[in-house]
């Protein structure tokens, strides 16, 4: 019984079907990647976007009192709008009011969007067939 096992060796370089440009598609600006952007400086150096704050440079006392500095205007800016009549609950209500009116505005853009997928047109087109304006 033979008990080698046979080898293999590969001599060949594993290939990639990936193509590069050549240096003269670049030159004549065939592939860019970056698109065009007229107010954004594309070749800017990198930014993280882990900034460091203000309050990291600050120390603990400094920030309690800027913290309780920040309390104490709000705390002004609360007994002002109570003075004028606005009331805590009544605030409460209207945010709840419009948490409600957002999500029914969007079961409304849905079904717009359904019925105009269904109709082969734009929500656009509907809003007019259905009397209402493009602010709504």
Do not use: W
């Amino acid at each position: 019984m033979n008990t080698e096992q046979p080898t293999e060796t590969h001599s060949s370089p594993i290939t990639c079907p990936v193509s590069t440009p050549e240096a003269n598609d670049l030159k004549k600006g065939a592939l860019k990647r970056t698109p065009f952007v007229k107010f954004k400086k594309v070749h800017s150096n990198f930014k993280s976007p882990i900034q460091v704050t203000k309050s990291a440079e600050v120390s603990p006392a400094e920030e309690v009192a800027e913290l309780e500095k920040r309390r104490e205007q709000l705390d002004t800016e609360i007994a002002q709008l109570e003075a004028e009549g606005y009331r805590v609950e009544e605030l409460e209500h209207h945010i709840d009011m419009l948490h409600e009116y957002n999500d029914i505005k969007d079961i409304g853009q849905s079904l717009l969007g359904r019925i105009a997928a269904l109709r082969g047109t734009t929500t656009r087109d509907l809003y007019s067939h259905f009397g209402l304006e493009l602010d709504d």
